[in-house]
């Protein structure tokens, strides 16, 4: 009886290590892997948001005892340099978090959004990775839809650009956005709640409010330390 039980613990023992040292070679193995892709998304996603500008150096800053990373851009027109900001904005949806990144003007005026990240309900929260086509209805029922050879942007998240993130974003319920809606809602301010995910459209709109206002300490911080260092 003992003979079995002690053969039961060893053979137990035996495959909890060979489990154990197996995760470890695959997590060694693919974290780099994984690292890189996230570093390839980070990118890609940057550049949807400053359209047009020279991504310039990341920052990070130590804004209400958290690290808050944020990156520059810069844009020549005429005798001027334009700049622009691109942080990382997160809050808890309705499933888990949502990370986007997001991209404004000195203004604060968002130039675009990227969601990078979500777990959202498919067919509900899900959807603001829904990208709109850009065919009408009778287009498309009548067969004469047609491709443009660019890839649509998620409507939800080409609603956000023109916003201005450093005032009070306004949900309203206007159904699914079209280009139509753009003048309306931004003259509120505004953008329109995905149908049966005001928490996910919550979620999005209170992490840019807090990421811009996070990006404007952020920065009178760096000026300071740029103003006490001479330069």
């Known amino acids: ?15 909890s290590f060979i489990a154990t040292f197996a995760l470890s070679h695959i997590k060694a193995i693919t974290y780099p892997v994984i690292q890189k892709q996230e570093r390839q998304k980070q990118e890609n996603a940057l550049a949807l948001v400053l359209p047009g500008y020279t991504i310039g150096e990341e920052r990070t800053a130590a804004v209400g005892g958290a690290n808050f990373t944020y990156w520059t851009g810069q844009k020549a027109g005429g005798n001027t340099i334009a700049k622009a900001y691109a942080f990382i904005a997160e809050k808890p949806g309705y499933s888990g978090a949502i990370r986007t990144m997001v991209g404004v003007d000195e203004k604060g ?16 929260g899900a959807r603001v990775l829904e990208a709109a086509s850009r065919n009408t209805f009778f287009q498309v029922v009548t067969g004469r839809a047609h491709e443009t050879g660019e890839e649509p942007s998620p409507w939800f998240q080409e609603q956000f650009r023109g916003v201005n993130a450093a005032a009070k974003i306004a949900i309203l319920k206007k159904g699914d956005w079209n280009e139509a809606m753009r003048d309306e809602l931004l003259q509120k301010n505004g953008v329109s709640a ?31 330390a740029q103003e006490a260092a001479g330069k």
């Not at 003979?3 to 060893?10: G, M, W």
């Not at 996910?200 to 209170?206: E, G, L, W, Y």
């Open 1 to 15: 009886m003992n003979a079995s039980i002690l053969r039961s613990t060893l053979i137990l023992g035996l495959t």
């Open 109 to 124: 005026t968002v130039l675009g959004i990227s969601i990078i990240r979500q777990s959202e309900t498919p067919g509900l």
């Open 194 to 224: 995905i149908t049966g995910a005001t928490i996910t459209t919550k979620a999005v709109k209170d992490s840019i409010e807090v990421g811009m206002a996070t990006l404007r300490m952020a920065l009178e911080e760096h000026a300071k």
